[in-house]
């Protein structure tokens, strides 16, 4: 069965540090993997999209990485700030019509 | 564009009674997707369409109905409300299956 673990499930951080969220995914066959981003009340918003040959994409203080061999990625978010907080999903297509979402990390930056 | 839209935005049934959730996209995609999310579980897929007068049972469908006469539309029907179905819904839609998802602001619905 395809599935997309993420760890932390929640995490607080002070304003100006950086964190880094993580997802594993066991979901085959591989197309791509995205990272949304969505605030409370709000629809998720896509940050990035990497396929099979991406190891590193950016996207403003947002850089996710991807590594195929062991299924696993990761949001990195530099220099944190108050608008940062939200819930963060990874969420993998494969071979179906339907992608495979992450439950979420819940992010809280604090000032 | 407007992007995404639902409607409505806010809704409370009485257990028993029926309603349709509307979504509508302005950005020509074939796939349309509705979910519903609720704390801790992340977002479900309920029903699905690959295109105009498709539609395909996803994750969680039962209790639910869905019809796509029209590209742009896809609505979601309750037939008759179960306070298990108090959730936020979205819609999304994407141009293709492997790309990503637009989704739409939600809905609230309150069962009770």
């Known amino acids: 069965k395809n599935q997309v673990e993420q760890s932390p499930q929640s995490l607080i951080i002070l304003e100006g540090k950086n964190c880094t969220l993580q997802?594993?995914?066991?979901?085959?066959?591989?197309?791509?993997l995205r990272w949304y981003k969505q605030d409370t009340g709000r629809g998720p918003v896509s940050l990035t999209i990497?396929?099979?040959?991406?190891n590193t994409k950016s996207n403003g203080r947002y850089t996710a990485t991807l590594d195929a061999d062991t299924k696993q990625s990761s949001l990195h978010i530099t220099a944190s700030q108050l608008s940062d907080s939200a819930s963060y999903i990874c969420?993998?297509?494969?071979?179906?019509?339907?992608?495979?979402f992450g439950r979420g990390t819940s992010l809280i930056v604090h000032p | 564009n407007a992007g995404v839209t639902q409607t409505p935005k806010f809704r409370v049934l009485k257990t028993g009674q029926s309603m349709t959730l509307l979504c509508a996209q302005d950005?020509?995609?074939?796939?349309m997707y509705w979910y519903r999310q609720d704390p801790g579980m992340g977002l479900r897929l309920i029903h699905y369409?690959?295109?105009?007068?498709?539609?395909a049972k996803g994750e969680v469908p039962d209790g639910y109905n869905v019809s796509r006469l029209k590209k742009q539309n896809f609505l979601l029907g309750l037939e008759s409300a179960a306070p298990s179905q108090t959730s936020v819904y979205f819609c999304?839609?994407?141009?293709?299956?492997?790309?990503?998802?637009?989704f739409g602001p939600g809905t609230r619905l309150t069962v009770t």
């Open positions: 369409s690959v295109g105009e007068g498709t539609t």
């Open positions: 950005m020509n995609h074939e796939y």
């Open positions: 999304a839609s994407t141009i293709d299956y492997t790309y990503e998802q637009y």
């Open positions: 997802c594993n995914y066991t979901v085959s066959p591989f197309s791509n």
């Open positions: 990497m396929t099979f040959s991406e």
């Open positions: 969420v993998v297509s494969g071979g179906s019509y339907i992608p495979t």
